[in-house]
């Protein structure tokens, strides 16, 4: 199982146990995480999973495909350099620990 956190925008925290290959997006709306709406379903076309990676998290994150990099530029809240879409972080192949933050808005 690997560790993932989300720190809420009102300055609440829910930590997860996520099974190996499964998304952060798919993890987060499983468990009711709020600002997690993931509305594609996981196809990076709607940037309703954007969220702010810790810095000392990025590093072991893939770097940004061409379509999640487009979907970025449309997200609600204001891209910042740790905005990655949760729908193209999968627990064990991209992360073995992470934390984020979730915008205001999706």
Known sequence: MISATFNHPEGT??????DP???LM???VLNGIGNI???CGGQAMCATCHVLVQPEYR??????GEDEDEMLDCAATE???GSRLGCQLKAGEHFSAIEVDL????
């Open 13 to 18: 925290t829910d930590t997860l146990q996520i």
């Open 21 to 23: 290959g499964v998304s």
């Open 26 to 28: 798919k993890a987060a």
């Open 37 to 39: 709406i993931g509305e």
């Open 59 to 64: 590093d072991q994150l893939p770097p940004l």
């Open 79 to 81: 891209r910042t350099e």
């Open 103 to 106: 915008p205001e808005a999706q």
